[in-house]
């Protein structure tokens, strides 16, 4: 057997008259979507040094991660939708193009305000990347190696939620915080012209496009961070702040009455009437909020209280950001036997447990050497979340809706990324914090308390999910 497989021909798009290789269908795909991932949290081990050269605040500098997501987060259903209409490999094109001008924006930017803005636009050519790239690979490969595809796909999403980090903290200390946008171009470079070589064109079922269902929840989201992040500085009764927050509460029941009887809709109430979605869906909420509000105090804590170089903050986080690499594929294996509810209970209750004691530690001053089991176990933790919540929200629903109830998880957990950093860094700074060796005191410990509760209400919500089943999904 011949060690490089080939694609089907009606499985594969050809090039110059020849059938194209299922590993370059496999890279052309994942190389975009690897960016994408990547730029979630390469920027938290820059955030230091961002903050020294721009003069950022605390509040600017979870914008700094906060406008990449939303806006991430908040098109990736509409971007979707736009592919299956007008061609989901032009559509991805576009916004790998649109994700690399915005990369050399945010190379290029003298200001922090600069940089948000540029960081936004970047989210928006991301969410045209994440949805499309499973879809298109998934289309590009014979039937037979289509699971095989995906998981390395799974895979490759996962190395670049672990190494953002740590590329992020190499690439700083050894040139400057500009270079992690401008590594962006000579990837992007090749990443173009290998979609037209070995992914072919496809489309779906033509689909009105939500606008205003996507204002409403993308502006509800948008005004709740907003004013989470400037309650603080601003006062929490002040009308900058208390207006947003009651706008935001009152789009959340808006968006309900509006998509209650539109299939339309860009976030489908039919696909709540499935137990394992709406679980899945409220996990991977709460997770979300906590651990991704942590990793963004605790990347920055490493290098400002312990004093680590950035390079070596981020390899230090690595038992936490890469153990899902290793324990989300034995997760996805065992949870047919086991069912999802056993392995989410487990997982999220390791990631509580984790947080408290990351509190615990940072507030009693203690040394990296007692933060490596911790960081195991929310690594664990983490591991055993990420798989089976992606087979529950795919459980009690028919193929159809399997697609759309993918994209609205992602999009769901990038919300929880950015209101997870809005919040915890709210918390931080109402209880007195500040980014200077003695600013963390008495401040970090009650904003991972926060990220704990929020995590433990996913443990709550866990225990209601399907337990187990003799269909697998």
Same mark, same amino acid.
């Not at 060690?3 to 795909?29: D, H, M, N, Q, S």
């Not at 992914?199 to 409403?216: K, N, P």
């Not at 603080?232 to 789009?251: C, R």
């Not at 991972?448 to 996913?458: D, F, H, I, Q, S």
């Given at each position: 057997?011949?060690?490089?497989?080939?694609?089907?021909?009606?499985?594969?798009?050809?090039?110059?008259?020849?059938?194209?290789?299922?590993?370059?269908?496999?890279?052309?795909a994942s190389l975009p979507m690897f960016m994408a991932t990547l730029d979630n949290l390469v920027m938290t081990?820059?955030?230091?040094?961002?903050?020294?050269?721009?003069?950022?605040?605390?509040?600017?500098?979870?914008?700094?991660?906060?406008?990449?997501?939303?806006?991430?987060?908040?098109?990736?259903?509409?971007?979707?939708?736009?592919?299956?209409?007008?061609?989901?490999?032009?559509?991805?094109?576009?916004?790998?193009?649109?994700?690399?001008?915005?990369?050399?924006?945010?190379?290029?930017?003298?200001?922090?305000?600069?940089?948000?803005?540029?960081?936004?636009?970047?989210?928006?050519?991301?969410?045209?990347?994440?949805?499309?790239?499973?879809? %298109?690979?998934?289309?590009?490969?014979?039937?037979?190696?289509? !699971?095989?595809?995906? #998981? $390395? *796909? &799974?895979? +490759?999403? @996962?190395?670049?939620?672990?190494?953002?980090?740590?590329?992020?903290?190499?690439?700083?200390?050894?040139?400057?915080?500009?270079?992690?946008?401008?590594?962006?171009?000579?990837?992007?470079?090749?990443?173009?012209?290998?979609?037209?070589?070995?992914?072919?064109?496809?489309?779906?079922?033509?689909?009105? %496009?939500?606008?205003?269902?996507?204002?409403?929840?993308?502006? !509800?989201?948008?005004? #709740? $961070? *907003? &004013?989470? +992040?400037? @309650?603080?500085?601003?006062?929490?009764?002040?009308?900058?702040?208390?207006?947003?927050?009651?706008?935001?509460?009152?789009?959340?029941?808006?968006?309900?009455?509006?998509?209650?009887?539109?299939?339309?809709?860009?976030?489908?109430?039919?696909?709540?009437?499935?137990?394992?979605?709406?679980?899945?869906?409220?996990?991977?909420?709460?997770?979300?909020?906590?651990?991704?509000?942590?990793?963004?105090?605790?990347?920055?804590?490493?290098?400002?209280?312990?004093?680590?170089?950035?390079?070596?903050?981020?390899?230090?986080?690595?038992?936490?950001?890469?153990?899902?690499?290793?324990?989300?594929?034995?997760?996805?294996?065992?949870?047919?036997?086991?069912?999802?509810?056993?392995?989410?209970?487990?997982?999220?209750?390791?990631?509580?447990?984790?947080?408290?004691?990351?509190?615990?530690?940072?507030?009693?001053?203690?040394?990296?050497?007692?933060?490596?089991?911790?960081?195991?176990?929310?690594?664990?933790?983490?591991?055993?979340?990420?798989?089976?919540?992606?087979?529950?929200?795919?459980?009690?629903?028919?193929?159809?809706?399997?697609?759309?109830?993918?994209?609205?998880?992602?999009?769901?957990?990038?919300?929880?990324?950015?209101?997870?950093?809005?919040?915890?860094?709210?918390?931080?700074?109402?209880?007195?914090?500040?980014?200077?060796?003695?600013?963390?005191?008495?401040?970090?410990?009650?904003?991972?308390?926060?990220?704990?509760?929020?995590?433990?209400?996913?443990?709550?919500?866990?225990?209601?999910?399907?337990?187990?089943?003799?269909?697998?999904?």
């Amino acid at each position: 057997m011949s060690t490089t497989l080939e694609a089907t021909p009606a499985a594969a798009p050809r090039a110059a008259g020849r059938r194209v290789p299922v590993w370059l269908a496999v890279v052309a795909a994942s190389l975009p979507m690897f960016m994408a991932t990547l730029d979630n949290l390469v920027m938290t081990s820059a955030l230091p040094v961002i903050r020294a050269d721009l003069g950022s605040t605390v509040g600017q500098l979870s914008w700094f991660m906060n406008a990449y997501t939303l806006a991430f987060a908040t098109f990736m259903l509409p971007a979707a939708t736009l592919g299956d209409r007008l061609g989901r490999r032009r559509m991805m094109i576009a916004g790998l193009t649109v994700f690399t001008l915005a990369s050399i924006a945010s190379a290029l930017s003298t200001s922090s305000e600069a940089l948000i803005a540029a960081r936004a636009v970047q989210g928006l050519g991301a969410a045209a990347i994440m949805p499309l790239s499973l879809t %298109l690979l998934a289309s590009s490969v014979p039937e037979h190696l289509r !699971a095989a595809a995906i #998981g $390395i *796909w &799974g895979g +490759v999403s @996962g190395l670049g939620v672990a190494l953002g980090p740590v590329v992020g903290g190499a690439v700083v200390e050894g040139v400057s915080w500009q270079a992690i946008f401008w590594l962006n171009v000579p990837v992007a470079v090749v990443a173009l012209p290998l979609l037209l070589i070995a992914v072919r064109e496809s489309r779906g079922t033509w689909q009105r %496009l939500d606008l205003v269902g996507t204002a409403m929840l993308g502006g !509800a989201v948008f005004l #709740g $961070i *907003w &004013g989470i +992040v400037h @309650g603080n500085d601003d006062g929490w009764t002040s009308p900058m702040v208390l207006g947003p927050l009651v706008v935001a509460a009152l789009l959340v029941p808006a968006y309900v009455a509006w998509a209650w009887r539109r299939s339309y809709a860009v976030l489908p109430l039919r696909l709540f009437s499935s137990r394992g979605f709406t679980v899945a869906n409220i996990v991977s909420l709460t997770f979300t909020i906590g651990m991704f509000g942590a990793v963004f105090l605790l990347a920055q804590y490493l290098q400002v209280v312990q004093g680590y170089s950035p390079l070596e903050a981020g390899i230090r986080t690595l038992p936490w950001t890469a153990a899902p690499m290793v324990v989300a594929p034995i997760a996805g294996a065992l949870v047919n036997r086991t069912g999802v509810r056993a392995l989410l209970v487990v997982g999220l209750t390791l990631q509580t447990a984790s947080l408290v004691w990351f509190a615990w530690l940072t507030e009693n001053g203690s040394p990296y050497s007692a933060f490596v089991v911790p960081l195991a176990m929310a690594g664990i933790g983490m591991g055993l979340t990420f798989a089976p919540s992606a087979t529950a929200v795919l459980q009690g629903l028919p193929d159809s809706d399997f697609a759309v109830a993918s994209s609205s998880n992602s999009t769901v957990r990038e919300f929880g990324v950015a209101f997870g950093i809005a919040l915890l860094t709210a918390v931080f700074l109402g209880h007195g914090g500040e980014i200077s060796p003695l600013g963390y005191d008495g401040a970090i410990g009650a904003a991972l308390l926060t990220g704990a509760a929020a995590v433990a209400l996913g443990v709550i919500a866990a225990a209601f999910a399907p337990g187990r089943s003799r269909r697998a999904v």
